[in-house]
């Protein structure tokens, strides 16, 4: 009779994401210690194996964990019934036609963006990148919705720890400047990139707003040679429209 492999560690792990899953907000270690009955050492070390593979994400400011982005590429999450990509896609694709260029949706996962579904340009030179690809989190156009999305205060602490990189010679590397663009896109429901991350492309990004507790926008990006100055203003409104249109598929799907 074959002896069934016990895994602690594992169980506990779970006991951890099922118990983050069920908050209504983000819970501390000495919360998840408390309510699971465990040393808030232990607690502790399985937290950071499990923050360090994406499945569990901390708030900087309030230093307490909710799931990550990592279990949405594994399946269902417990806290949503939402699948953003069924939802987004047909929106996705008609915003590529009417643009011509690649879309992207994703969403906030720690100190970067991740990637969950593109719909690439009709053009045969395209900007492209697979699905499940991380961007760093200050990445133009989307950086500055995605910090938007967050309170005044998180997303001056996250680029004060971070510090912002310079990608081209075009990149906003001064705080209290890039927090302006920030403040701006929040007013505004978009943000502009041109060529401020990528030398020679330029994006338009809109937040989607709904899909809590996790952050996420669309975006779409092109070749400076077909974005010019006029078609950069056109994309304006399509690609709020396309966000705020997913917004409303998701405030509208059953909340049980």
Avoid: C
């Avoid at 210690?33 to 708030?59: C, F, P, Q, W, Y």
């Avoid at 906030?108 to 719909?119: K, P, R, W």
């Avoid at 899909?211 to 974005?227: D, E, H, N, Q, R």
């Avoid at 966000?243 to 909340?255: H, L, N, V, Y």
């Amino acid at each position: 009779m074959a002896t069934k492999y016990k895994a602690p560690s594992v169980k506990k792990a779970f006991q951890i994401l099922k118990l983050i899953s069920g908050a209504n907000r983000g819970l501390g270690i000495t919360e998840l210690a408390n309510n699971l009955e465990m040393s808030k050492g232990t607690v502790h070390g399985i937290i950071s194996a499990l923050e360090d593979s994406g499945a569990i994400m901390r708030d900087p400011v309030t230093k307490k964990y909710t799931l990550g982005v990592t279990l949405f590429e594994l399946g269902k999450l417990a806290y949503s019934q939402i699948d953003l990509k069924d939802l987004a896609r047909p929106v996705m694709e008609e915003l590529m036609e009417r643009t011509e260029e690649s879309v992207y949706i994703g969403v906030m996962n720690g100190d970067h963006i991740t990637i969950l579904d593109i719909v690439e340009s009709s053009h045969d030179l395209k900007i492209t990148s697979p699905k499940g690809t991380a961007i760093p989190l200050f990445a133009g156009a989307t950086g500055k919705v995605v910090l938007a999305s967050m309170e005044k205060s998180q997303a001056l602490n996250i680029i004060r720890r971070n510090g912002l990189p310079r990608f081209t010679e075009h990149t906003i590397t001064d705080p209290e400047r890039y927090l302006e663009e920030v403040e701006s896109a929040k007013k505004r429901g978009y943000a502009t990139d041109y060529e401020e991350y990528i030398s020679g492309v330029r994006a338009i990004a809109s937040p989607i707003r709904g899909w809590k507790p996790l952050i996420s926008a669309i975006w779409v990006v092109g070749f400076k040679t077909s974005l010019d100055d006029h078609k950069m203003e056109d994309l304006i409104p399509a690609t709020k429209e396309a966000a705020e249109e997913i917004s409303r598929r998701i405030e509208e799907q059953p909340t049980n």
